[in-house]
């Protein structure tokens, strides 16, 4: 089952400076070995609140891989250059089981409820 990535990246003044762009250079060849990759990255049309900045959305084959991506030592030696030079929101989220519906999760949810008499 896929896991998602998904940052919220505010870059101040708007433009990567000399680290952000290092951060950049380099950032791909860690996620390479876990599998991860990008889906989409850039500019969001904002439908309903607020959302400054910049997203980016990467794929990778499952939860442990992105894990054992973010805690590697390549990856942690460059992190500090995205930290200390973006403002960055970071969510995992793992893709739906096969079937899944919105409607099939209320009715699970109303069962639940029902069975425990609330």
């Known amino acids: 089952m896929s896991t998602y990535l998904i940052d ?4 101040p003044g708007g433009i ?18 876990y599998g991860g990759k990008w889906l989409a990255n850039g500019e969001v049309t904002v ?3 607020a959302w400054p900045g910049l ?3 990467m794929e990778f084959p499952d939860r442990d891989a992105v894990e054992r991506w973010y805690n590697s030592p390549e990856y942690q030696a460059i992190l500090p250059l995205r930290v200390n ?3 960055c929101d970071i969510v995992l989220i793992d893709s739906l089981p096969e079937g899944y519906t919105v ?4 009715q699970q949810v109303r069962a639940l409820v029902e069975a425990s008499g609330s």
């Open 8 to 11: 919220h990246l505010r870059i």
């Open 16 to 33: 990567p400076n000399e680290a952000g762009l290092d951060y950049l250079e380099q950032v791909e060849a860690t996620v390479r070995p």
């Open 55 to 57: 997203a980016v959305l």
């Open 47 to 49: 439908v309903e609140g």
């Open 85 to 87: 030079n973006a403002i």
């Open 103 to 106: 409607r099939g999760f209320a």
